[in-house]
């Protein structure tokens, strides 16, 4: 069964940058998705990559965030860049298909890392 392992969160000023990874165990996986939850707001998509390498971002990041995949190493990572306060939050990797345009992650979640942005 495919199992994601989040790293790479931290503690960060605003402006900062942090490259979260997220290595897969089990089989090769097809798609991928980066989500985060902050205290009480609800859970985000932020960053979604195919098969194809195509990537797409949620509104709040685009231009900030970059996600890519190593399938030689079986890592999706997240590049943050200019990161703000509002970032703040836990980074949740999935693994998943697309139907149509839409992201359908597996049922298996990593634990998160957390990231946290001072102002």
């Known amino acids: 069964q495919v199992q994601p392992v989040e790293s790479g969160g931290g503690l960060v000023q605003a402006g900062e940058s942090l490259r979260l990874s997220c290595g897969v165990s089990?089989?090769?996986?097809?798609?991928a998705g980066w989500y985060r939850q902050a205290p009480a707001k609800q859970r985000e998509l932020v960053a979604t990559?195919?098969?194809?390498?195509?990537?797409d971002y949620a509104d709040s990041v685009k231009g900030r965030f970059t996600i890519s995949r190593d399938n030689n190493k079986n890592t999706v990572y997240l590049q943050m860049n200019s990161l703000k306060p509002e970032d703040t939050a836990i980074y949740y990797c999935?693994?998943?298909?697309?139907?149509?345009?839409?992201?359908?992650?597996?049922?298996?979640w990593g634990q998160g890392t957390q990231v946290t942005v001072s102002s």
């Open positions: 990559i195919d098969g194809t390498d195509r990537t």
């Open positions: 089990g089989n090769i996986f097809n798609a």
């Open positions: 999935t693994v998943g298909t697309f139907m149509g345009r839409t992201y359908l992650p597996n049922a298996k």
